[in-house]
């Protein structure tokens, strides 16, 4: 699909790498609107507040995309949070709460945000020489495939999305719909601009090349070839210089 004209939603994208989606699409010339709870969208950008793990947000959301552009061709289910944290230790077991926000977000509100912009995708006049309704464009991660020590949450949930990404192109091909997913390694977002300098390059040692982080623009690059090439559908692919990451990490006091 050609971004050129179409609608695009971006969740997460006022910061990051949704920013990073957000700021290829708006070249590609696609309208873009931004789902996040707070912030500023990137300018051109429209900017429609909403927390991904409320139906009910999404759905209003959702509902004033269409009132105001007439369809949804395009969607980077990119928002998400992280967690750290043990199944158990011997202070007690691993905080549930915090655990269910996890999932709530990465897992549920991804769901959620992509069942319902699907649900409006339907509706759309097939376009170009395969008569395709939409793109969905899920970001995983590489924990999708096998999470660090400390990572359930976050592994159960990119996990699942990563699952959920095949049998979602499986729901929608009958309408035309494709979805794939992006699977970043180690990038440079607020997420992890607080942690430790010699964590960060314990992290990126195990890169094969080049050894540094992602960049937003690149993952916006990948979304894209995604949304363009449309043999492409059900597949991940990995954003990550060829680190697979260890069972845990020296920095943090595994062995």
């Not at 959702?62 to 928002?79: C, F, K, P, Q, T």
């Not at 949930?157 to 699977?183: E, F, M, P």
């Not at 070839?225 to 060829?242: A, Q």
Request: some cysteine; proline content about 5%.
């Amino acid at each position: 699909m050609d971004p050129s004209g179409k609608i695009a939603i971006v969740s997460g994208g006022n910061s990051g790498l949704g920013e990073g989606g957000v700021r290829r699409l708006l070249a590609a010339g696609a309208t873009v609107i931004s789902l996040d709870r707070g912030g500023k969208a990137p300018e051109g950008a429209e900017f429609i507040a909403c927390d991904v793990s409320d139906e009910a947000s999404v759905k209003a959301a959702v509902d004033r995309v269409v009132e105001s552009h007439g369809r949804i061709d395009i969607l980077l289910n990119n928002a998400g949070i992280g967690g750290l944290g043990p199944l158990a230790t011997p202070e007690g077991p691993v905080d549930m709460a915090v655990f269910r926000q996890v999932i709530g977000v990465n897992l549920v509100g991804a769901t959620q945000l992509a069942a319902h912009v699907a649900h409006r995708m339907i509706a759309n006049e097939p376009t170009g020489e395969d008569a395709e309704r939409g793109v969905i464009v899920n970001t995983c991660s590489v924990a999708s495939f096998g999470g660090q020590e400390g990572m359930g949450a976050y592994t159960a949930s990119k996990s699942a999305l990563a699952a959920l990404t095949l049998v979602w192109a499986r729901d929608l091909s009958h309408y035309g719909i494709r979805v794939n997913a992006v699977a970043p390694g180690f990038m440079e977002t607020p997420m992890v601009a607080m942690l430790p300098p010699d964590f960060v390059q314990e992290l990126l040692d195990g890169n094969e090349f080049p050894k540094r982080a992602g960049r937003a623009d690149e993952y916006g690059a990948v979304a894209e070839f995604l949304i363009r090439t449309t043999l492409i559908n059900g597949e991940i692919i990995r954003l990550d210089g060829g680190n697979r990451p260890p069972a845990r990490t020296k920095w943090a006091g595994g062995s």
